[in-house]
């Protein structure tokens, strides 16, 4: 049977975390802020640096967004893809651009089958890129633009190379009506050819592009100096102030509160 005399007492428990009795947060340090601070304008940058394309960018910042937000102790905070994506991405995307440049001279020599398997590969790294920098931008319309016009004019320059053939064994044969009708197809597959050719040759002034595919070269690169050393921490536990607060029992004025509801917009 329990004691009507004994006296009943509440179990608290410590939370490091919560504001002191007078209402103020417990102080964060100011090197763990600098941290946060810096590995937040990175991860800025390196957002916007992926969003326009630049991937060799984006990496570094990425890089530099990940140093600070561990001596934060909080990498929570970094979103996207990682330095290590954005880093392959950006060999990706100079991988592509190689495979472009070759697809262009095979283009301009008239080797539309070449050209076609430069621009099949070019479009196809183009894509692993977006991919791996989190496919904020597609940069690969352009690639994709050359693949099939690359594509349309290998087929026809073979379909000329046949018609070709046919006109030769004709004209051989004696029946230069039908050499003839076979030689005007060949001239005119050979010129459909040499237009697409042209439509998806790289560099070419003439050629078909994609604007939403442009990538960004210039983007600038938050290279502020990172500090590697270790933030110091402040562990140490705040003064508890567990001295009862005083109640104050006058009357509640309930009537309605008058709401100030001309917000502006931050």
């Given at each position: 049977m329990p004691d009507d005399n004994a006296t009943d007492y509440e179990v608290?428990?410590?939370?490091?975390?919560?504001?002191?009795?007078?209402?103020?947060?417990?102080?964060?340090?100011?090197?763990?802020?600098?941290?946060?601070?810096s590995a937040?304008?990175?991860?800025q940058s390196a957002t916007a640096a992926a969003a326009?394309?630049?991937?060799?960018t984006a990496a570094q910042d990425e890089q530099q967004a990940e140093t600070e937000a561990g001596q934060a102790g909080d990498t929570d905070m970094l979103t996207?893809?990682?330095?290590?994506?954005l880093g392959a991405a950006a060999d990706e995307q100079a991988t592509a651009t190689q495979d472009q440049q070759a697809?262009?001279?095979a283009a301009a020599s008239g080797d539309y089958a070449t050209a076609e398997n430069d621009?099949?590969?070019?479009?196809?790294?183009?894509?692993?890129?977006?991919?791996?920098?989190?496919?904020?931008?597609?940069?690969?319309?352009?690639?994709?633009?050359?693949?099939q016009n690359e594509s349309w004019a290998n087929w026809d320059q073979q379909t000329a190379?046949?018609?070709s053939a046919t006109a030769q064994s004709y004209a051989d044969s004696g029946d230069s009506n039908a050499a003839g009708v076979y030689s005007a197809a060949a001239d005119n597959e050979q010129a459909n050819a040499d237009t697409y050719g042209e439509q998806g040759e790289y560099g070419d002034p003439l050629a078909e592009t994609d604007p939403s595919s442009a990538v960004a070269t210039d983007t600038p690169v938050d290279d502020a100096p990172v500090d590697d050393s270790t933030a110091t921490v402040d562990d140490t536990a705040p003064e508890v102030d567990d001295t009862a607060p005083a109640v104050d029992d006058t009357a509640v004025d309930d009537s309605a509160a008058t709401v100030d509801d001309d917000s502006s917009s931050a």
């Open positions: 608290g428990s410590y939370d490091p975390d919560a504001t002191t009795t007078d209402g103020t947060a417990d102080a964060v340090d100011p090197d763990t802020q600098s941290a946060i601070d937040t304008a990175d991860q326009s394309g630049d991937y060799a996207g893809s990682n330095s290590t994506q697809e262009g001279q621009a099949t590969q070019a479009y196809q790294t183009t894509e692993s890129a977006d991919d791996n920098a989190g496919g904020a931008d597609s940069t690969s319309g352009t690639a994709y633009d050359e693949q190379d046949q018609d």
